[in-house]
């Protein structure tokens, strides 16, 4: 004969446990659906958002990650740059919109520097950088 304090920790025993869950069989989850979910979400979404892109050489870009040669721990810091979880200031890009919506001609030389595509330059004009004229003054004075 069992109490009813008895058949209380019974039943809580396989409350949240591997136990309690043995009569629930979940099917593996599609790779696809996983892919779809990082995708969408807003925060770390957006590198895997970008990298496929038109634009983008996906080849050209994952080739470091090819190559091995860096260490794993590396490989997490440089996908949690790119996904921007780790804010860094060495990725700034001094755009400044004209009236034309064209990037003036004297910084035509500074961008050229960093050797992009010209498909990235009108990605470029589409973007707005508050207060531009200090960031641009300082990474022009570092050039």
């Not at 043995?22 to 989850?29: C, F, H, N, T």
């Amino acid at each position: 004969m069992t109490s009813r304090i008895h058949k209380w920790i019974i039943e809580q025993s396989y409350v949240g446990t591997p136990l309690g869950t043995r009569d629930r069989i979940s099917k593996p989850e599609d790779l696809e659906d996983i892919m779809h979910r990082w995708r969408g979400k807003p925060l770390h979404g957006r590198y895997p958002t970008q990298i496929i892109s038109d634009e983008i050489d996906t080849n050209a870009t994952v080739e470091w990650i090819r190559q091995g040669q860096l260490y794993a721990e590396t490989e997490g810091m440089m996908f949690a740059i790119q996904d921007q979880v780790i804010p860094t200031k060495y990725y700034i890009v001094p755009v400044i919109i004209g009236a034309t919506g064209e990037i003036p001609h004297n910084l035509h030389r500074a961008i050229q520097k960093l050797e992009l595509k010209t498909a990235i330059y009108k990605t470029m004009q589409k973007s707005v950088v508050i207060q531009t004229c200090s960031i641009v003054r300082k990474i022009l004075s570092n050039m």
